[in-house]
């Protein structure tokens, strides 16, 4: 069965401190990743996907960068956080040409 | 027009009655409409989904309510459990250059009273 592991669940940060948030999924190939964004009692904004390895799609211009080193991995950069980067930031899956979404456990970013 | 408005954006509903959210659309691409369920600090889980040729759709004590004609379709929770209490989402899922995008309704934070 697949799986979806994000990490950490809890963050604080810095202003001005670098940020990386990693997301793997095991059990299939070539899925579409996809990191969201969650302020506090809001709703979700998609922040990047991904269809393929180094392929990266930018819904939102901001602070953020994403990359796809491998074909399951996925991860969320900043050079430097600022404090609206604060939220919670989901990973999610679907398979190729299926619409089921299935996300991650999430990590709580707080920057202070 | 890629917007799913969702409604209410609160709602509380005593142990044993019904909870009902709306969600509109407007994108007739849209083809998938699912629902997704969030506990207070986990992610979002898939609770219920509905395709447009369907105008209901019941597992256990949730039902979807789908509208084609109105652009419009409802959860309906029966029976509601203090354990229920979650914030919603309503989705619409189109394709979208090789891939399905997932729209997502602004949320309703459902809280049941025992």
């Known amino acids: 069965s697949q799986t979806i592991h994000q990490w950490p669940a809890t963050l604080v940060q810095p202003v001005g401190s670098p940020l990386s948030l990693e997301c793997t999924v095991e059990g299939t190939s070539n899925p579409n990743l996809y990191w969201y964004r969650q302020a506090a009692g809001r709703g979700l904004q998609l922040l990047f996907y991904s269809v393929g390895i180094g392929q990266i799609s930018s819904e939102v211009p901001q602070n953020l960068s994403a990359s796809r080193p491998q074909d399951r991995q996925f991860i969320l950069s900043s050079k430097k956080l600022l404090l609206s980067d604060s939220g919670f930031y989901l990973c999610?899956?679907?398979?190729?040409?299926?619409?089921?979404?299935?996300f991650g456990s999430g990590t709580r970013l707080t920057v202070v | 027009q890629q917007q799913v408005k969702q409604s209410p954006q609160s709602l509380i509903v005593q142990k044993g009655g019904i909870s009902i959210i709306n969600c509109a659309y407007e994108n007739t691409a849209f083809d998938y409409f699912p629902w997704y369920q969030q506990f207070p600090g986990k992610g979002p889980a898939l609770l219920i989904a509905i395709r447009p040729d369907v105008s209901e759709k019941k597992e256990g004590r949730f039902t979807i309510s789908f509208n084609k004609s109105a652009k419009q379709f409802s959860l309906h929770i029966m029976d509601s459990q203090p354990g229920d209490s979650a914030t919603y989402f309503c989705a619409a899922s189109r394709a979208v250059a090789g891939r399905r995008a997932l729209t997502f309704g602004s949320g309703t934070r459902l809280q049941v009273q025992p």
């Open positions: 999610a899956w679907s398979p190729q040409g299926a619409w089921g979404y299935t």
